[in-house]
């Protein structure tokens, strides 16, 4: 018999993190599964409930919430061999979506399951993957050292979490879209010192995201060629363009739907140190901390419950 912890984040969703714990109990207790539960009643709680249970050897760890509780699971879990499973129950649940659990699997098109269901039932099926993940060292809010799953965010894309995160209404997604709109308004580009992979480089630019899932702000498809087992980074960078023109291809940006524009860049990358001026990072929905960032690709660095990851083609 499997040995799990479950950790919640209650008020995830608006509450949906507590009214679907017990469904989610019933369905792993009725596979055999046997569940430690714990409803966290903050962050912090969170994170050490979460450290505790990977240190003591359970079989897995489960944590209910959106992308704040994947971070800290997935940083619970990196570089050991206890596996992850996240059960979405966000707003933007985009570490679900980087790893294939928020949609049908192919072939399944009538799936109809919820995203909740999909992935409680993959942790009953046992079927663990390895992905990758991105290190970031550097001074950051929680220490010298952080693992992310989806995004790095130092710019433009960064202004727009922050102003999401703090919105006085959780509108998901739309909150986003209302800050896109917002920071769009007086938004000027930033000056960058970076070194990819030993190179070094001054620039302006937009925006410079690092993705490991390519995903993040509730389904933005910042980087939809990403592969979660070639080792590497995705890095895009934004070069300064006029607001009519940034307005335009946003939407690509948005979508992942096929474009090019010479403003655009598109690195993979090993390793990339990212500083500059007035510029903060943010990661999973997070705050990381201020630059300098060091952030490095983690290969294989997760064990997640999961039938397939995404690869690119």
């Known amino acids: 018999m499997r040995a799990l912890a479950l950790v919640v984040n209650p008020s995830a969703g608006h509450g949906r993190g507590r009214r679907l714990t017990a469904a989610i109990e019933q369905r792993l207790g009725d596979a055999g599964l046997r569940t430690t539960l714990t409803l966290a009643g903050s962050p912090d709680h969170a994170r050490d409930a979460c450290a505790e249970a990977v240190a003591a050897g359970v079989d897995g760890l489960v944590v209910v919430g959106g992308d704040g509780m994947a971070h800290i699971g997935l940083n619970a879990c990196a570089r050991t061999e206890v596996p992850l499973g996240v059960i979405p129950a966000g707003t933007g649940n985009d570490f679900v979506r980087g790893v294939g659990l928020a949609a049908p699997a192919p072939g399944r098109a009538r799936d109809r399951r919820p995203g909740w269901q999909r992935a409680t039932d993959a942790i009953v099926a046992g079927g663990v993957r390895s992905i990758d993940l991105a290190e970031v060292r550097g001074d950051l809010h929680r220490g010298t050292l952080e693992y992310v799953g989806c995004v790095v965010s130092t ?146 660095a997760l064990r997640i419950y999961a039938p397939e990851v995404p690869r690119a083609h």
Do not use: C, Q
């Open 155 to 300: 710019g433009y894309d960064e202004k727009v979490n922050a102003r999401a995160n703090n919105a006085t209404v959780d509108l998901g997604h739309l909150s986003y879209v209302g800050a896109v709109l917002a920071e769009m308004r007086s938004f000027a580009p930033l000056r960058y010192r970076i070194e990819v992979d030993g190179t070094t480089r001054e620039l302006d630019a937009i925006l410079v995201a690092v993705a490991n899932s390519g995903i993040f702000g509730g389904g933005i498809r910042i980087a939809p060629d990403y592969d979660l087992t070639d080792g590497l980074l995705n890095v895009v960078i934004v070069h300064p363009v006029a607001l009519g023109t940034l307005v335009r291809f946003l939407p690509h940006l948005a979508t992942g739907r096929p474009f090019d524009h010479p403003a655009i860049e598109r690195l993979r990358v090993r390793r990339i140190v990212v500083d500059g001026d007035d510029l903060h990072g943010m990661a999973d929905g997070e705050p990381l901390g201020d630059v300098p960032l060091t952030v490095s690709a983690a290969p294989a």
